[in-house]
């Protein structure tokens, strides 16, 4: 027995039951396929299933008499959601070094897992984009990749959703042979009569009367498909009848919950930056694993936004020295424009550099990183990580952390630097009593005088926490469960603004300490 539950019991956030008491069993070879109306709980079920704790996070209450799994568990969510980050064969390689026992992944090993469920050759090519691959290539290399790191228990969220008949005849065959020739077993939820009849060996129907599984009265017929078929459509529209409406209705928060979620809001991104730091060793141990997210990361962080940034600081560093020369020279007061430039020298860029280059950093970089993590969560590409037995902290959050962290350092300098070319342009053009503009816009920077050494530890301090706080930020709300396209853009929104709103204030009590009075 590869797989055996007794008395699972699931309550919704609100405390109502969802399944109560259900039962399931798995043989080796063995293939299941579950039936029911929709928001039954079948997707439920199946997250109770292969990671629990991520239903608990969410309110949901698990508890199981006995939950036994001979080997571990993983699952093919719908359309496979395969790591867009990573090509065919680098889906495949990652599953391989993270195995439950690593192996080698070479390009004999990916060409052997592609070849077994009948996909191209030439996928076993590194270049070949995930996103090229039609519905049913992209199940069946899903599957590839989940046998290929050891799971020998599958569970796949409708597997032929948007197939023709023709893919769902051919990946229904190819499911089965494999996980066959494995001595796996899979469990797929599936309103496909077609995919069922040729993928399963027993047929359940989750029951929302008495909210467990029932087995359909319905032998699969390996030689006529077709009447498969039909039984299977009399036994479900049987079922069907005997049913009764339920009422759902929306579970009203209490006001303990309202607060439990409020506080887990605000201390979200002190939680992903403990839970990314404590899996440095972990992460570390597989430098491969740790370049591919880092990559991802400092591509969106730093090269894309670099040069908008540049142009950015370029034309605050000259407008503000714009201002300061018109300002003082106007109204007939009686000052040197080189004097009164050499006494700033590079203070408006250690007051400005941090604040300005963290919120844009924060409106571009933060945010795109946000987008990503969180199309990841909708897409349940996170979803297919854990079922390869990946942790999200140790994959995603700490190569993300570490390469957004050095991203907003490097374009933190490249703003300061823009400032000063910009100043140093002005100064050129308009004060040409100044000899050497560059040492009197950087003379802060690089060897202040005593009185001014605090400012530009400051902006240094300053720098490192807005380096931390906006990726910590940016992975806490863009890795939360997104079970729509309109939470990626509220995740993107809601990081930018807190960022803003604390970047401010940190700017305010850093000159309250400083200056040592309100």
């Known amino acids: 027995m590869l797989l055996a539950v007794e008395g699972l019991t699931i309550a919704r956030p609100d405390g109502s039951l969802l399944v109560d008491g259900l039962e399931l069993t798995l043989r080796a070879g063995e293939t299941a396929a579950v039936f029911g109306a929709s928001g039954a709980g079948k997707s439920t079920l199946m997250a109770a299933l292969h990671d629990a704790e991520s239903l608990r996070a969410r309110g949901f209450s698990v508890r199981a008499g006995r939950f036994t799994a001979a080997g571990p568990v993983g699952i093919v969510p719908q359309r496979g959601a395969l790591l867009d980050h990573l090509s065919a064969a680098g889906n495949i390689a990652l599953a391989l070094r993270n195995a439950e026992t690593p192996g080698p992944a070479t390009r004999a090993e990916i060409e052997r897992w592609i070849a077994a469920l009948d996909l191209p050759a030439s996928w076993a090519e590194r270049g070949r984009h995930v996103a090229h691959v039609s519905g049913g290539e992209a199940q069946r290399l899903a599957v590839a990749r989940t046998l290929a790191g050891g799971r020998s228990i599958l ?14 005849d051919r990946l229904a065959d190819a499911l089965r042979a494999q996980i066959a020739g494995q001595g796996a077993a899979a469990l797929a939820i599936t309103h496909d009569l077609e995919f069922a009849a040729g993928f399963a060996d027993r047929f359940l129907y989750l029951d929302p009367a008495a909210r467990r599984l029932v087995e359909l009265p319905v032998a699969r017929d390996p ?4 009447a498969t078929v039909m039984a299977l459509g009399a036994a479900l529209r049987e079922r069907l009848a005997k049913e009764t409406a339920h009422a759902g209705g929306r579970a009203r928060r209490s006001w303990r919950r309202w607060a439990a979620d409020v506080l887990s809001d605000r201390l979200a991104p002190f939680a992903a930056l403990a839970r990314a730091l404590a899996a440095a060793p972990a992460a570390l141990a597989r430098p491969r694993d740790f370049a591919e997210v880092a990559r991802v990361t400092l ?6 936004p670099a040069g908008f940034v540049a142009v950015v600081s370029l034309l605050v560093g000259f407008t503000l020295l714009y201002i300061f020369h018109r300002a003082f020279s106007g ?3 009686p000052v040197r424009p080189d004097k009164i430039f050499a006494l700033i020298g590079s203070m408006h860029v250690l007051a400005l550099a941090p604040p300005l280059s963290g919120i844009l950093f924060a409106a571009t970089s933060g945010s795109a990183v946000a987008a990503w993590l969180g199309g990841m969560s909708l897409t349940r590409q996170t979803a297919a990580l854990r079922g390869l037995g990946i942790a999200e902290a140790r994959y995603l959050w700490l190569p993300a952390l570490v390469g957004l962290s050095l991203a907003y350092v490097l374009l933190a300098a490249l703003f300061a630097l823009g400032m000063v070319l910009g100043g140093v342009i002005y100064l050129k053009a308009q004060v040409p009593a100044i000899a050497d503009p560059w040492a009197v816009v950087t003379a802060d920077l690089a060897d202040p005088p005593a009185e001014r050494a605090p400012f530009r530890v400051r902006a240094l301090v300053l720098a490192g926490l807005y380096a931390f706080g906006i990726a910590a930020d940016a992975i806490a709300k863009g890795s939360r469960d997104k079970p729509s396209a309109d939470a990626v853009t509220a995740a993107m929104v809601a990081s930018v603004m807190a960022c803003t709103l604390w970047i401010v204030a940190l700017e305010l009590l850093s000159l309250v300490i400083l200056y040592g009075a309100w």
């Open 299 to 304: 591509a969106q962080g730093l090269v894309r």
């Open 331 to 333: 109204g007939g007061v």
């Open 223 to 226: 030689g006529d498909r077709a």
């Open 155 to 168: 569970l796949l969220d409708e597997p032929s959703v948007g197939l023709d008949p023709l893919r769902v």
